[in-house]
C-alpha cells in the first residue's frame, strides 16, 4: 500500500519527516495513523535558510535584474521561509550577512521560548563558516541538547541557492 505525501518542504524538513515516517512503521502505526503525524509534525516546523549571493536566484528566474543588481549593490541576504501551502516567501530582507545570521537566532529564540520541546536542525551549501556562527550562538543560549547538524544540503538545492546557503530548521516535539 504505498500513497504520495506531499511534505509541502524541503530538504532538512522533509529529512526529518522521513525518520519519522520510518519510526512510526516500526511501532507498527496504520498508514492513516503515519499521515496524521506527519501532519501535525509538519504544522510545527519553521524552515529558513539564508541566500548568500542572489546571482542563482536570478538565473533560476525567481528574481529580476533589476532586483539581483540592486540586491548585490546593498549586500542584500534573503531570508526565505517555506509556508503552509509549499511556496518559498520572503522572511526578511537584512543587509549583510551578520543581520541575516541575528534573525536566524532571534526566531530561533522566540520559537522555542513558546515551546521549550524543540530540536533545531542545521545545513549549508559551502556556508559552514556562517552556520557554525549561529549554530554556537543558538547553542550558546538554548543548550546543545536540542541542536543537530546535518551538514551540507543536496546538489538540486546547491544549484537554487548557490554558495554561502545556511538552512535551519526549528522542530517542535
Same mark, same amino acid.
Request: cysteine-free; charged content about 20%; glycine content about 10%.
Given at each position: 500500500d504505498i500513497r504520495v505525501y506531499d511534505s509541502r518542504t524541503i530538504s532538512i524538513a522533509q529529512g526529518v519527516l522521513v525518520i519519522k515516517a520510518s519510526e512510526l512503521i516500526q511501532k507498527?502505526?496504520?498508514? /492513516?495513523g503515519i499521515i496524521e503525524e506527519l501532519d501535525?509534525?509538519?504544522a510545527k516546523q +519553521? &524552515?529558513?535558510f539564508i541566500v548568500d549571493t542572489l546571482k542563482y536566484l536570478l538565473i533560476g528566474g525567481r528574481i529580476g535584474h533589476v532586483s539581483a543588481?540592486?540586491? &548585490?549593490?546593498?549586500?542584500?541576504?534573503?531570508i526565505i521561509t517555506i509556508g503552509d501551502d509549499g511556496k518559498y516567501h520572503t522572511f526578511a530582507k537584512v543587509r549583510g550577512r551578520a543581520r541575516a545570521a541575528a534573525?536566524?537566532?532571534k526566531e530561533a529564540e522566540k520559537m522555542t521560548v513558546q515551546?521549550?520541546?524543540?530540536?533545531?536542525?542545521? &545545513?549549508h551549501g559551502?556556508? +559552514? /563558516?556562517?552556520k557554525n556562527t549561529i549554530k554556537e550562538e543558538i547553542v550558546n543560549r538554548l543548550g546543545s541538547q536540542s541542536? /543537530?547538524?546535518?551538514?551540507?544540503i543536496s546538489p538540486v538545492a546547491c544549484v537554487h541557492c548557490g554558495p554561502g546557503f545556511v538552512g535551519m530548521l526549528i522542530q517542535e516535539e
Open positions: 507498527g502505526y496504520a498508514l /492513516e501535525k509534525m509538519r +519553521q &524552515t529558513m543588481a540592486i540586491g &548585490t549593490l546593498l549586500n542584500i541576504k534573503p534573525v536566524f537566532i515551546n521549550p520541546a524543540y530540536k533545531v536542525y542545521f &545545513t559551502d556556508g +559552514q /563558516e556562517m541542536v /543537530e547538524d546535518w551538514g551540507w
